[in-house]
T-cell receptor, first 115, second 114 residues
Framework: KQEVTQIPAALSVPEGENLVLNCSFT??????LQWFRQDPGKGLTSLLL?????REQTSGRLNASLDKSSGRSTLYIAASQPGDSATYLC??????????????FGTGTLLAVQP | DVKVTQSSRYLVKRTGEKVFLECVQD?????MFWYRQDPGLGLRLIYF???????EKGDIPEGYSVSREKKERFSLILESASTNQTSMYLC?????????????FGDGTRLSIL
C-alpha cells in the first residue's frame, strides 16, 4: 500500500530565505506526483505536477524535483515571502489506479515565512 | 478557470441527521472525488465517480454514500451523522485519463456534528 510522508511537519523561516520541502513515497510505481498549496480554511491549489518520466518542473520561484527510484520529491521555494505561508501537500497517483486519477496524499508541511 | 463549488463553507448538524454535501464543477470533468481532511491524518478519499451514475469506494466509505445524477454535480450523503464524522470535507474534479491534468479542489465544507 502506497504511503506518502512529508518532513518536516512544520517549518518557520525568515523572509528571503531559500527553502526545501521534502516528500517521500514507498511505492515507486507512480504515474505522477503533484504539489499543492492549502491556505487556512481553504481548498487545495495545484502548484506543480511532475510526470513519472520527468525529473523536475518549474513555475516562477517554485521548482519541484522527482527521483522515482528512491521514492523522493522536493519542492524548492526561492526567495521566500510572507505570502508563501501555507500548508504544502504532495500527492502521488499510483501506476495501477486506472484512469481515475486517484491520489494518495501526504499530511503536509506547514510553512511560516516571517517578515 | 476551473471552478469547483461546494454549497456550504460551514455546516452544523445533530447526531442521527441525514446530511447532504453538494459539489458542482463547471469544466465538464468526468471524475469527481470526495475527501475528508483531519489533523494528523491528511486527506483521505471517501468516494469517487468517473461518470454519471458510476461510483467507486475510496479508502474510508463507511457511513457515507454518494449520488451523481448529472455530470457536473456530485453529492456526499451521511445517512445518519455521527460525531466522528466531524471534519473538513473537500470535493475535487479532473478529466478522465488525463495524467497531465491536475485535480481541482473546492474550498471545502467544515462540518460539525453535535
Amino acid at each position: 500500500k502506497q504511503e506518502v510522508t512529508q518532513i518536516p511537519a512544520a517549518l518557520s523561516v525568515p523572509e528571503g530565505e531559500n527553502l526545501v520541502l521534502n516528500c517521500s513515497f514507498t511505492d515507486s510505481a507512480i504515474y505522477n506526483l503533484q504539489w499543492f498549496r492549502q491556505d487556512p480554511g481553504k481548498g487545495l491549489t495545484s502548484l506543480l505536477l511532475i510526470q513519472s518520466s520527468q525529473r523536475e518542473q518549474t513555475s516562477g520561484r517554485l521548482n519541484a524535483s522527482l527521483d522515482k527510484s528512491s521514492g523522493r520529491s522536493t519542492l524548492y521555494i526561492a526567495a521566500s515571502q510572507p505570502g508563501d505561508s501555507a500548508t504544502y501537500l504532495c500527492a502521488v497517483r499510483g501506476q495501477y489506479g486506472g484512469a481515475t486519477n486517484k491520489l494518495i496524499f501526504g499530511t503536509g508541511t506547514l510553512l511560516a515565512v516571517q517578515p | 478557470d476551473v471552478k469547483v463549488t461546494q454549497s456550504s463553507r460551514y455546516l452544523v448538524k445533530r447526531t442521527g441527521e441525514k446530511v447532504f454535501l453538494e459539489c458542482v464543477q463547471d469544466m465538464d470533468h468526468e471524475n469527481m472525488f470526495w475527501y475528508r481532511q483531519d489533523p494528523g491524518l491528511g486527506l483521505r478519499l471517501i468516494y469517487f465517480s468517473y461518470d454519471v451514475k458510476m461510483k467507486e469506494k475510496g479508502d474510508i466509505p463507511e457511513g457515507y454514500s454518494v449520488s451523481r445524477e448529472k455530470k457536473e454535480r456530485f453529492s456526499l450523503i451521511l445517512e445518519s451523522a455521527s460525531t466522528n464524522q466531524t471534519s473538513m470535507y473537500l470535493c475535487a474534479s479532473s478529466f478522465f485519463g488525463q495524467e497531465r491534468r491536475p485535480q481541482h479542489f473546492g474550498d471545502g465544507t467544515r462540518l460539525s456534528i453535535l
